[in-house]
């Protein structure tokens, strides 16, 4: 009897451990068992916090191992002095895993008797043992994209922020990953004066496409060295319709909700049913292709783009439809 007992435990066990590793794959190519929970009761002279903190232990890399705890324990010491200052005497803290293929999130948590919740991240490459920036995930245009879906928010419910949106840099850290999607927050009274908790923007990672051209693929024109880029790759590499009219001499282009008319050796471009504008060049024909100048992709085709230390551009559009 006892031996069958001990079978039953044995099979119980097992089951339950298949369990949680099948519960970290739905997240991640690996499970979590490097990450403990460690008990807190911080005591300091006017504050006093409770409750969880991940610690990392028994990771591949000791080095990145103890620079995860050394951030960590960094975000509780600034959290405490922050109360502190604030005159806040009690907080509890609890935090989350979420992952993405090799990124992980950790995702802390501290609540307050008020029910507002503040929440500090730390996402890095289990892989390569990196700690990552928003552009290392969504590309180098990302900070641009955000801020533009941000600020058009803000607009569309002046009276929900209340304030001028002014737009998040490169070493802005409040982000985590979370299956195919990134989300980018803001704690309490970052965002605006009338909202009393987290405020999230959710970005889906496949919704941003990128198409690199290399410096060898564009010209330059004199005086001023205006960036002249072909028209028919950038179009097809996001999926715009493009055709050129021979009796009028105009380049179309097509998207939703878009229409946009390039004329060719005069300036004048026309975007739906807005006024005819001028850019700092016309669209060129150079060797059978047209030729436009790079602000036309940002200011007619909505697109964003950044320029790297070797002249080379990067291009990005930001599917908000969903569609591919």
Known sequence: MNKLKKLILCVLILIFSLQIKVFAG?????NFDFIESKPIDLKEENIEIKGEIPVINKFKNNVFEK??????????????????SQKIKFATTSYKIKASKNIISILIYFSLQEKINYLDTINFNIKSCDFLSIKNILGTNAIDIINKIIKDDTIQSPEKYNINFLGINDEYKNFYVNGDEV????????????IKNIETFQIKILDIKNKFVSKKNYYLVKPYDIKMIGIREICEAFDFKISFNQTNNFVQILDDNLSVLAFANKNFYIKNKE?????ESQVIIKNDRSYAPISFFQKYLNLF?????????????YNTSGEK
Do not use: R
């Open 26 to 30: 739905n997240n991640s190519n690996y």
């Open 67 to 84: 620079q995860i705890n050394q951030k960590i324990n960094g975000i509780l010491k600034q959290k405490s002095e922050f109360f502190s």
């Open 183 to 194: 989300s980018i927050f803001f704690n309490p009274y970052e965002l605006a004066p009338g």
């Open 275 to 279: 006024m005819p504008k001028t850019l």
């Open 305 to 317: 783009y950044s320029i790297d230390e070797n002249g080379n551009i990067i291009f990005s559009k």
